[in-house]
């Protein structure tokens, strides 16, 4: 895939946008911008119906690779994951070489939202959000898919902008950022697309509620393990094509334009690098050395420098067979995730960083804060809460 990266500073995101309330590890952002294409109000249930505090809310984040659903309901502390799907679908086979989402890959794909759609309806949902990424954004036959989807599963999908998308990954897992650091490069590895969100604490962590505002720059890149895979080959990498995959990924990475504000800042120490994608929770389920993957051991994990460079030469040391047959990996990942390091490796060599955090939470986080915090969810529970106590009180007077 060519193309040139996406970027800049998150001019009019603010709090008369977007509370930023955080919970759980996902933060609320913009629903999207001037930028998101096809929306036409699509994605976004009401949020009239269903008010109460036993509402369930759905988040689904279809991207190059994966179909993904979390429904949730409101917790006191954050949400309470209900129900949970997983597939990967590879919307964005051949989209690179074809332009065009295939057949083969749209019939996959339904399939998977069919499941999703089944699950939302029987669990009763109130409220959702359904987004696509980068297959969906470049995709000759996009909007022909999304009619084709609404028709036969019901399911309206809202095909986000690059600066929605980089957002709502932040948004995930912004919870799991040192308040100490004086700097967090955060990037998301997806299958089409790569994002970069540089977050300037160098004033002082001013807590998850407000991190919106220390946002300083992000990018998105056309650099996905789907599409680099087809273009360099997945299956077989050699250490001299894993070199020359990182090339050409360095050179995206290199027109990123806070790239010198961060090299600056990475100088001075205090900065930690923090990954929400495939390939960081694969890197760190292979360095536990997990008999099978276990998202709590994952989730939040902190590696350095020495134990990711280890992993990723024993993975290109494998082989085919052996990635496959790997517990974190499995085979229907065994050819992508070389690429996924290739990006790693190239983000590291740009700014070169001892801690790197794994992040197993992204986009649906994101959007399930969200919709709770603009629902007040939170508030009514807290009001609630208050209620009680001064009722309790009142009976222990009388």
């Known amino acids: 895939m060519t193309g040139r990266p996406w970027g800049g500073r998150l001019k009019g995101i603010g709090h008369q946008d977007v509370e930023s309330r955080v919970r759980q590890g996902s933060s609320e952002q913009p629903a999207g911008n001037r930028r998101d294409r096809r929306i036409r109000g699509k994605g976004v249930a009401s949020a009239e119906a269903g008010a109460g505090s036993d509402r369930l809310y759905a988040a689904l984040d279809l991207g190059t690779n994966n179909c993904r659903l979390l429904i949730a309901a409101p917790a006191r502390r954050g949400f309470r994951i209900v129900d949970a799907f997983s597939r990967i ?6 989209l690179g070489a074809s332009g065009s989402l295939s057949d083969e890959a749209v019939d996959r794909t339904i399939s998977a939202l069919s499941v999703c759609a089944d699950k939302m309806k029987a669990r009763g949902v109130s409220r959702r959000r359904m987004i696509a990424t980068q297959a969906c954004r470049i995709a000759s036959n996009g909007e022909e898919f999304l009619q084709r989807v609404e028709a036969e599963t019901g399911i309206q999908l809202e095909i986000i902008a690059p600066e929605t998308e980089a957002m709502l990954a932040i948004a995930g897992c912004s919870t799991l950022i040192d308040p100490q650091a004086s700097g967090v490069l955060v990037f998301d590895i997806g299958g089409g697309s790569t994002e970069l969100v540089w977050v300037d604490l160098s004033a002082g962590w001013r807590g998850p509620y407000r991190l919106h505002r220390q946002i300083d720059a992000w990018t998105s890149m056309p650099l996905g393990v789907v599409t680099l895979a087809e273009q360099f080959g997945g299956a077989h990498v050699t250490a001299e094509t894993f070199e020359r995959i990182v090339e050409h990924c360095q050179a995206l990475i290199s027109d990123f334009h806070a790239a010198a504000a961060i090299e600056k800042a990475m100088a001075g120490g205090g900065v930690h690098l923090l990954g929400t994608s495939g390939t960081v929770t694969t890197i760190a389920g292979v ?10 051991r994952v989730d939040g994990t902190w590696m350095v420098t020495e134990e990711v460079k280890n992993v990723t030469e024993r993975l290109i040391d494998m082989g085919y067979e052996a990635r496959a047959a790997n517990p974190c990996i499995g085979r229907e990942r065994a050819d992508l995730v070389l690429t996924g390091l290739a990006i790693f490796e190239a983000i590291r060599r740009r700014w070169p960083c001892e801690r790197i955090r794994v992040a197993d939470r992204g986009l649906r986080e994101g959007m399930l804060s969200l919709m709770m915090s603009e629902d007040r ?19 222990g007077s009388a």
């Open 89 to 94: 679908v590879r919307l964005g086979e051949g």
């Open 377 to 395: 969810v939170w508030q009514r529970r807290r009001k609630r809460s208050r209620r009680r106590t001064r009722a309790a009180g009142e009976a």
């Open 287 to 296: 360095h536990l050395g997990l008999k099978r993957y276990d998202r709590s």
